[in-house]
């Protein structure tokens, strides 16, 4: 069975930092674009960061460039996104996805989303 499981994500006041990890399973992510989208409520779902699948290349948002970083562990079958100096507005669900190209404009796989919750 194809999966892709977010975890870390939680509470954090602003300034503060997180780490998101996106596991797979039932597939390698080694041949993939990976990336992470986020969503808050109310808005449409938004880019955040893809990662080639050699972890050469890398494409960030505009909202969270400089402050974000995503990588990769292929053995580890992993996706990382770091995430430092943390605002409220980036409060939302942060989704990881499986692709083929660092636009990510199609999807081959997405996960179930974590809560990612921002305080003032």
């Known amino acids: 069975q194809v999966q892709l499981v977010e975890s870390g994500g939680g509470l954090v006041q602003a300034g503060g930092s997180l780490r998101l990890s996106c596991a797979a399973s039932g597939f390698t992510l080694s041949g993939y674009v990976m990336g992470w989208f986020r969503q808050a409520p109310g808005k449409e779902r938004e880019f955040v960061a893809a990662i080639t699948s050699s972890g050469g290349r890398t494409r960030l948002g505009d909202a969270v460039s400089g402050r974000f970083t995503i990588s990769r562990d292929n053995a580890k079958n992993t996706v990382y996104l770091q995430m430092n100096s943390l605002k409220p507005e980036d409060t939302a669900v942060y989704y990881c996805?499986?692709?083929?190209?660092?636009?990510?404009?199609?999807?081959?796989?997405w996960g179930q989303g974590t809560q990612v919750t921002v305080s003032s």
């Open positions: 996805a499986a692709g083929w190209s660092l636009s990510l404009s199609t999807s081959a796989y």
